[in-house]
């Protein structure tokens, strides 16, 4: 079954720049989605189509792509962004979708 | 403001049966692919399955082909998960979630708080 492949943690101290990763194969030609989840929270859209934000989202948010691996980039990162990141793609097919393992970010 | 309300989760036993709801309102619910997510306690976000606008077309993860079907009734603005033969790996809070953009299938662009499911002796 196809997977995507994030760092199981992140750290950075604030106003520095958080950087997580997500790979698979299949991102050369499927659009990746990320998202926030806050502990006891539902997730949050914050990145989609590799780099689109949504309404609402700050625009130290942002996403960008390179062959296999998409990259979801916190610039001057707040302690309110210490949170579990997700990243979340389709198979090659278009059909399965997929989450990857999940990137903590701790804000240190 | 869209909103999604998940119901009927709880206790279960092994190999029993759950349907769980989500009601939809705030957004026109027949534009939308919709998707089930879940998440064991503890553990990262994993797709169930998701379904077209129109019901037309439906997938899951393998993991629950054959024991979970997915549905949608536009009239009452509500998404659908039968769960039968249920196992206790299939404990977790399940979440409903809209589609990012009309028409398309992937991404979730909003997402319901989640009901709990546990399968347990």
């Known amino acids: 079954s196809y997977e995507l492949t994030q760092p199981p943690s992140v750290s950075v101290s604030p106003g520095q720049t958080a950087r997580i990763t997500c790979s698979g194969d299949?991102?050369?030609?499927?659009?990746a989605y990320w998202y926030q989840q806050k502990p006891g929270q539902a997730p949050v859209l914050v990145i989609y189509k590799d780099n689109e934000r949504p309404s609402g989202i700050p625009e130290r948010f942002s996403g960008s792509s390179s062959g296999t691996t998409v990259t979801l980039t916190i610039s001057g990162v707040q302690a309110e962004d210490e949170a579990d990141y997700y990243c979340?793609?389709?198979?090659?097919?278009?059909?399965?979708?997929?989450f990857g393992g999940g990137t903590k970010l701790t804000v240190l | 403001e869209v909103q999604l309300v998940e119901s009927g989760g709880g206790l279960v036993q092994p190999g029993g049966s759950l349907r769980l709801s989500c009601a939809a309102s705030?957004?026109?619910?027949?534009?939308?692919?919709m998707t089930w997510v879940r998440q064991a306690p503890g553990k990262g976000l994993e797709w169930v399955a998701n379904i077209k606008q129109d019901g037309s077309e439906k997938f899951y993860v393998d993991s629950v082909k054959g024991r979970f079907t997915i549905s949608r009734d536009s009239a009452k603005n509500s998404l659908y998960l039968q769960m039968n033969s249920l196992r206790a790996e299939d404990t977790a809070v399940y979440y409903c979630?809209?589609?990012?953009?009309?028409?398309?299938?992937?991404?979730?662009?909003?997402w319901g708080q989640g009901t709990l499911v546990t399968v347990s002796s």
């Open positions: 979340q793609s389709a198979d090659r097919s278009g059909t399965y979708e997929v």
């Open positions: 979630a809209r589609g990012v953009v009309e028409m398309e299938q992937h991404g979730c662009g909003y």
């Open positions: 299949a991102l050369t030609k499927q659009y």
């Open positions: 705030g957004f026109t619910f027949s534009s939308y692919w």
